[in-house]
């Protein structure tokens, strides 16, 4: 079985401001790994995903997140974040072959003006 | 890309009634979707997977009585939830998996609240 841990509950962070966002997980195999955005009400979109490859990956709206197999990391990173940027992010793992992911508890990002 | 869409959004009902929610995929085929339950500020449980044609295959812990899952066609499933109370006030978002790339592409979410 797989896990996440987003190590923070919750970012303040100012617009412009880069923002990294903490993701660690735990798995006896090896794994897909991926970031999701949801806007209040909403469901999920997905930012960024790491399958095989490079280990930086670069998604959409700015975002990217570098897979780190020794410290099991894959933590999203914004060199400078707006305003719309203010969601829940969520982390999320799978074994590889599976699409399933289970998600972390989320991050909660606030840009202030 | 690829859309899925969720009916209704938002639904009040009556401890004791029953509410049955929609999802669809609108411009692909899905063979599978899956069900899930999210908590204020919590993250999110997997309720089920939703199999074509099949019968949904649910979670450790999930009553199959009390939600009902139909995966009638290949762009529809529907998650019914019977004799509702209010500890089963949540947002419910289902995600349908594409044909092609197997990416799960999610749902708006129905909050459902009973009262």
């Known amino acids: 079985a797989q896990s996440v841990t987003q190590l923070d509950s919750q970012v303040p962070v100012f617009e412009e401001a880069p923002v990294e966002l903490r993701c660690n997980y735990s798995?006896?195999?090896?794994?897909?790994l991926f970031w999701y955005v949801q806007y209040p009400n909403q469901g999920l979109q997905l930012l960024l995903k790491?399958?095989?490859?490079?280990?930086l990956v670069k998604g959409i709206n700015g975002f990217e997140a570098e897979f780190n197999k020794s410290q099991t990391s894959f933590h999203l990173r914004k060199p400078s974040v707006h305003i719309s940027d203010t969601a829940e992010y969520f982390c999320a793992v799978s074994a590889v072959g599976s699409y399933i992911p289970t998600f972390g508890r989320g991050t909660s990002l606030i840009v202030h003006p | 890309g690829a859309v899925v869409s969720q009916h209704p959004s938002r639904v009040i009902c009556k401890s004791g009634t029953s509410v049955k929610i929609e999802c669809r995929s609108l411009d692909f085929q899905a063979t599978t979707m899956f069900w899930y339950r999210q908590f204020p500020k919590q993250s999110l449980m997997l309720m089920a997977t939703s199999n074509e044609g099949s019968k949904a295959t649910y979670e450790q812990g999930v009553e199959k009585d009390k939600f009902l899952i139909n995966h009638a066609s290949l762009t529809l499933s529907t998650l019914t939830v019977t004799s509702a109370h209010p500890e089963d006030s949540s947002f419910y978002i289902c995600?349908?998996?594409?044909?092609?790339?197997?990416?799960?592409?999610f749902g708006p979410g129905t909050r459902l609240t009973v009262t």
């Open positions: 798995s006896s195999v090896s794994v897909y």
């Open positions: 995600s349908a998996q594409g044909e092609m790339d197997y990416e799960q592409y």
């Open positions: 790491y399958l095989s490859g490079s280990t």
